[in-house]
């Protein structure tokens, strides 16, 4: 089933599993604020039924990072221009960066598991929307790289927090600081990427990988899930009674007693 299918997005919907391509492969699937409202678009209109999401991207690049026409005086047409959001009040300028964000932040949602498919370059925004799924199988050709900070801007599409999260503190600050290039080898062993595998694999491992999140019960899934993410934040006696009030829900919920 067919969701969605334009401004570089297409979104495909077959039983549990959604599928989100980027298809500007002619631009690297460089992105553009129309981009981002279908990416958003494409988080509200998933069917309940989809447990797991698959992000991928057409060509040799996942994301070569946002549509330089940005950075010139006229912008893109009819969608951003840097001149025109400088000129901007805070209010204003903050409004519209919360706009572009919203492309960035249903990926965690706790009802599904999300994937990212990354081959090639994955620069800047690119390497945000790659830190905005759960989960990052990647080609040995991958190359992760955060060029804001070199432009005089900073990260600001989410891709912080995931981030600092992955990798700590202080190889966050090296990595965005210097804009280095992340290859597949050293992402995998930092824990940005789950798996590496060759190119001509990339789909099918991320096929694979979504085949086995389905195996497991739905609602223990996103129980779980929700546990992990609290994990990062709660201390340890708290955690442990997230933990316990889930698993009185799933023996509940097994034994037939649920809500």
């Given at each position: 089933?067919?969701?969605?299918?334009?401004?570089?997005?297409?979104v495909?919907?077959h039983?549990?599993?959604?599928t989100v391509?980027?298809?500007?492969?002619?631009?690297?699937?460089a992105?553009?604020?129309a981009?981002?409202?279908a990416?958003?678009?494409?988080g509200?209109?998933?069917?309940g039924?989809?447990?797991?999401?698959v992000?991928?991207?057409e060509?040799?690049?996942?994301?070569?990072?946002?549509?330089?026409?940005?950075?010139?005086?006229?912008?893109?047409?009819?969608q951003?221009?840097?001149?025109?959001l400088?000129?901007?009040s805070?209010?204003e300028?903050?409004?519209?960066?919360a706009?572009?964000q919203?492309?960035?932040t249903?990926?965690?949602?706790t009802?599904?598991?999300?994937?990212?498919?990354?081959?090639g370059?994955?620069?800047g925004a690119?390497f945000?929307?790659?830190?905005?799924?759960?989960?990052?199988?990647c080609?040995?050709?991958v190359?992760?790289?955060?060029?804001e900070?070199?432009l005089?801007?900073?990260?600001?599409?989410?891709g912080?927090?995931?981030l600092?999260?992955?990798?700590?503190?202080?190889r966050?600050?090296e990595?965005?600081g210097?804009g280095r290039?992340?290859?597949?080898?050293?992402?995998?062993r930092?824990g940005?990427?789950?798996?590496?595998?060759p190119?001509?694999?990339?789909?099918?491992?991320?096929?694979?990988l979504?085949?086995?999140?389905?195996?497991a019960?739905?609602?223990?899934?996103?129980?779980?899930?929700?546990?992990?993410?609290a994990a990062?934040?709660h201390?340890y006696?708290?955690q442990?009674?997230?933990e316990?009030?889930?698993q009185?829900?799933?023996?509940?919920?097994?034994?037939?007693?649920?809500?």
């Amino acid at each position: 089933m067919s969701l969605l299918d334009r401004d570089g997005v297409r979104v495909t919907v077959h039983e549990a599993v959604a599928t989100v391509t980027l298809v500007h492969a002619d631009k690297r699937n460089a992105q553009t604020p129309a981009m981002w409202r279908a990416l958003a678009e494409a988080g509200r209109g998933l069917p309940g039924d989809v447990r797991v999401v698959v992000l991928r991207a057409e060509g040799v690049s996942f994301s070569a990072g946002l549509d330089r026409r940005a950075f010139t005086p006229e912008g893109i047409e009819g969608q951003l221009s840097f001149a025109a959001l400088a000129r901007s009040s805070d209010a204003e300028a903050t409004a519209a960066i919360a706009g572009f964000q919203e492309a960035f932040t249903w990926w965690r949602r706790t009802d599904l598991v999300s994937i990212a498919a990354v081959q090639g370059h994955a620069i800047g925004a690119g390497f945000q929307l790659a830190l905005a799924c759960d989960l990052r199988v990647c080609a040995e050709d991958v190359q992760f790289a955060m060029r804001e900070t070199a432009l005089g801007l900073v990260p600001d599409l989410g891709g912080t927090h995931p981030l600092v999260a992955l990798v700590g503190y202080a190889r966050a600050l090296e990595i965005c600081g210097t804009g280095r290039t992340v290859h597949a080898a050293e992402a995998e062993r930092i824990g940005l990427a789950n798996l590496v595998v060759p190119a001509a694999d990339l789909a099918a491992a991320a096929d694979d990988l979504a085949a086995a999140l389905l195996a497991a019960p739905r609602n223990a899934l996103i129980e779980t899930k929700a546990l992990l993410r609290a994990a990062t934040t709660h201390g340890y006696d708290e955690q442990r009674a997230l933990e316990r009030a889930a698993q009185a829900r799933r023996v509940k919920d097994l034994a037939g007693l649920g809500e």
